[in-house]
């Protein structure tokens, strides 16, 4: 289940499980959306990303779901990894800026 | 996709010194980004790089602070200048690479661990 650490909400899963990481954007005029993973020491890596114009996208085990009328995107991870085990955060853009407003970040445990 | 690369991976300084850092990419890229990451934290944007001109610096981030370079279109420097312990962090080179599919997309590099003394 999820719970609040020190600095980042945490979800523990079982490896093989799918995992569903939430977020809510803060800007209602943002029109593109990406997941990035971070692993520990290493910069944030590309997943996925959406338009505003979309509401799925699938990729290789990912799916980014958006629901605009809220502000919330999830990314669904199927069949969890241990090699999934990272820091997962959203991040929001558009407008007349091309700047990145990340989320808070989640850190994703797979349990073997 | 462009490779991001950053000088030096990390450093341990001392309250008051001035660390600059690298970041080199491999190919020609539109726009570069820096970002600070506090430990445990999300990522933040300190400044745009422009090439050719001065940075753009959001809100809480100076120039005197940190100045940064942009001198051709794959190479940047970030200078984090009079060092104190709450400037212990990672920083992030990104860019927004021309030849991306992807609307916005953003590559980074592999960060700078800095620790403060």
């Known amino acids: 289940g999820e719970s609040v650490g020190l600095h980042l909400p945490t979800l523990s899963v079982q490896e093989g499980d799918n995992s569903i990481i939430n977020c809510a954007y803060s800007?209602?005029?943002?029109?593109?959306f990406i997941w990035y993973k971070q692993e520990s020491g290493k910069g944030p890596q590309f997943i996925i990303d959406i338009r505003s114009n979309m509401d799925k996208r699938q990729g290789q085990r990912v799916t980014v779901l958006l629901n605009k009328t809220v502000k919330h995107l999830s990314l669904q991870i199927a069949a969890t990894q241990p090699g999934d085990s990272a820091v997962y955060f959203c991040?929001?853009?558009?407008?007349?800026?091309?700047?990145?407003?990340f989320g808070t970040g989640t850190l994703l445990a797979v349990q073997p | 996709s462009a490779v991001i690369s950053q000088k030096p991976s990390r450093d341990i300084c001392q309250r008051g010194t001035s660390l600059t850092i690298q970041c080199q990419v491999d190919?020609?890229?539109?726009?570069m980004f820096w970002y600070r990451q506090q430990p445990g934290q999300s990522l933040t944007l300190i400044a745009t790089?422009?090439?050719?001109?001065?940075?753009?610096?959001e809100s809480g981030f100076v120039i005197d602070k940190f100045p940064i370079s942009r001198p051709n279109l794959t190479f940047s420097t970030l200078t984090v200048s009079n060092m104190s312990p709450e400037d212990s962090s990672i920083y992030l080179c990104?860019?927004?690479?021309?030849?991306?599919?992807?609307?916005?997309?953003?590559?980074f590099g592999p960060g700078t661990r800095l620790t403060v003394l």
């Open positions: 790089a422009n090439q050719g001109s001065e940075a753009t610096y």
């Open positions: 991040a929001e853009t558009g407008g007349a800026t091309n700047k990145l407003i």
């Open positions: 990104s860019v927004e690479w021309a030849g991306s599919a992807s609307y916005n997309e953003q590559f």
């Open positions: 800007n209602s005029a943002s029109d593109y």
């Open positions: 190919s020609q890229v539109t726009m």
